[in-house]
């Protein structure tokens, strides 16, 4: 039976669980500390959480790296402490999808263990992507692709690893060995790995790198053009990203969620230069959804952005999926500074303390908010990175002693990583660790000016960026922005600027203030200013007399 399709207007909030909330007190946030804070998730009125990895993991990309995807990992709590979590999400309306992470494993799961004991040409081996290498004594790679966060994307096996000799694959860390999709052993794996979570109630997945888990066959060489960025290259096909092969495996999951309720979803992540290659993810036997990241990508630019709005919608619309919308997560710069910086990636290169393009705090807060006033006015569904609710921006000046992400290890530092987007949140402004935990640790030390981004802090003021969300989100479910189309309208050249019903909605990304006319109500604004011409950096939502 088909279901509610609840995913298709959801406003679905990311906790990335080891900053979200700290029962424990290790500095590590944990599950008990998201089940204490659901109350919290409910008054701002999200739809939906998304949890980033809690399954059993080493932990070298912060659970990206799964050595058990049947189990909790103890940093986080146990199974008992996830089923009261989802148990008392469920109770209060919000559903919960989890992080799953097919493309590749940790070399610390027994599967590797075993590959790495095991002889070339092995049924072991072929669960994974290992190879001869080139050379006269295969001392060379397999081929000449380099590793996402830096360095090649091959390891050799020593003596010390087990039958040496071949090199694995892994498109990240060397520690994250890819799975071979093609062996149906890893297909018939993931199947049971799927109805495990399901069977828990899990009301969907969000695939880790969906666009990466088939290569080319014959793995032929290939380098990235100079000026290519995360996406992988620009127009031309990549022989590890977006491959034909990876849309049966969706085909072949999509069954699997029906034979559920019809309401469990599959939001693919998945890294692609243009939104027709992106939409092909949600054709109606796919994936339910898959991230916007040309959205993301978007400068502050209004022509741009009235553009990709367009595009989203045409291109999601033709294969009858919702568009969704994205402007913050846990591998990009947060967009409250993002959005400030004159031209940069979105991954921190050229990012710290003394990189020239250091945003404008003040600047970047007003257009966070109001890229987010625009966004949530939307029709498709909304992503929210937690922290993004309280105006948080990239934390830039982590002393190196705490960095953790993997891409500044690989790449010696040249990468600033992601760290920055990973602190823990701040609750209470006069609380240790501002009310992450009780006992003031925090895996990642919290700027001080963190203070006044506090929840506590912000609940208390009408102003602030939290209560600005809370009434976006319930003038979103209450006029059902969720759906319907839009209806453009002029309101210059650095304005974007739509109708939804009665309701209109302007952004303003020039430098001039933009008169909105007469009889304007305002039912949001990103934020105060009196009268009736929007200040540059904000948006408005309002209805005419
Ligand atoms: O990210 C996949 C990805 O391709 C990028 O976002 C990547 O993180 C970035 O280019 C690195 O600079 C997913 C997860 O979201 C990310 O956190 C994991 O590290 C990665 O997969 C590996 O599992």
Redesign the pocket.
């Known amino acids: 039976a088909p279901g509610s399709e609840w995913w298709r207007t959801a406003v679905i909030y990311q906790i990335y669980p080891r900053s979200f909330a700290d029962a424990s007190g290790d500095g590590i946030g944990d599950l008990p500390g998201i089940t204490a804070r659901l109350d919290d998730l409910k008054s701002l009125g999200v739809d939906a959480i998304w949890l980033?990895p809690f399954m059993t993991s080493p932990q070298m990309?912060?659970g990206?790296?799964v050595a058990d995807y049947r189990d909790v990992d103890p940093l986080f709590g146990t199974l008992a402490d996830f089923d009261e979590m989802i148990a008392e999400a469920h109770a209060r309306g919000i559903r919960l999808i989890v992080d799953l992470?097919p493309?590749?494993s940790s070399d610390q799961h027994v599967w590797f263990q075993q590959a790495l004991k095991a002889a070339p040409g092995s049924p072991e081996r072929a669960r994974y992507v290992f190879r001869d290498g080139r050379g006269e004594n295969g001392e060379l790679p397999p081929n000449n692709w380099e590793s996402?966060?830096g360095g090649g994307m091959w390891e050799r096996i020593t003596e010390a690893d087990g039958t040496p000799g071949q090199w694995y694959l892994h498109?990240?860390?060397a520690t994250?060995p890819d799975f071979d999709w093609t062996n149906e052993e890893v297909r018939e794996e993931f199947r049971s790995i799927l109805r495990f979570w399901l069977d828990r109630g899990v009301d969907g997945f969000r695939v880790?790198?969906a666009?990466?888990m088939v290569k080319e066959a014959g793995l032929p060489d290939y380098a990235p053009v100079a000026d290519a960025d995360?996406m992988g290259g620009g127009e031309e096909s990549v022989p590890y990203w977006g491959q034909d092969g990876v849309h049966d495996i969706y085909r072949d999951w999509h069954k699997v969620l029906a034979e559920y309720d019809g309401d469990r979803a599959l939001c693919g992540?998945a890294?692609l230069p243009t939104l027709e290659k992106t939409a092909l993810w949600v054709r109606p036997d796919e994936m339910h959804q898959t991230f916007n990241f040309p959205y993301l990508m978007t400068p502050w630019d209004a022509e741009e952005l009235r553009s990709v709005i367009r595009e989203s919608l045409d291109a999601f619309g033709a294969v009858g999926a919702p568009s969704t919308w994205v402007l913050s997560?846990?591998?990009?710069i947060r967009h409250a500074s993002r959005l400030a910086l004159t031209a940069d990636s979105p991954?921190?290169e050229g990012l710290g303390p003394n990189s020239a393009g250091k945003p404008d705090p003040a600047i970047g807060l007003s257009r966070g908010r109001a890229a987010t006033t625009l966004m949530l006015a939307l029709p498709g569904s909304a992503y929210v990175y937690q922290g993004e609710e309280l105006g948080l921006p990239e934390a830039m000046e982590i002393p190196d002693e705490f960095r953790q992400d993997?891409?500044w290890f690989r790449t010696n530092g040249e990468?600033y990583?992601?760290d920055g987007c990973r602190v823990p949140l701040p609750w209470s402004a006069d609380a240790p660790a501002f009310g992450f935990n009780d006992t003031g640790a925090s895996w990642l030390p919290q700027p001080e000016e963190w203070a006044n981004f506090a929840r506590e802090t912000e609940e208390a003021d009408p102003d602030s960026t939290l209560n600005l969300y809370k009434t976006l989100i319930a003038e979103r479910r209450e006029r059902s922005l969720g759906t319907g189309t839009l209806v453009w309208e002029d309101a210059g050249a650095d304005a974007v600027a739509f109708r939804r019903d009665d309701l209109h909605v302007v952004a303003n990304l020039g430098d001039a203030p933009i008169a909105l006319g007469d009889g304007v109500a305002f039912v949001a604004q990103s934020e105060p200013f009196d009268g009736t011409a929007l200040p540059p950096n904000a948006s408005a939502w309002f209805t005419r007399a």
């Open positions: 980033s990309d912060a990206y790296d992470v493309n590749h996402v966060f498109i990240f860390d994250q880790d790198v666009h990466g995360s992540e890294w997560n846990h591998d990009v991954q921190g993997p891409t990468r990583g992601r």
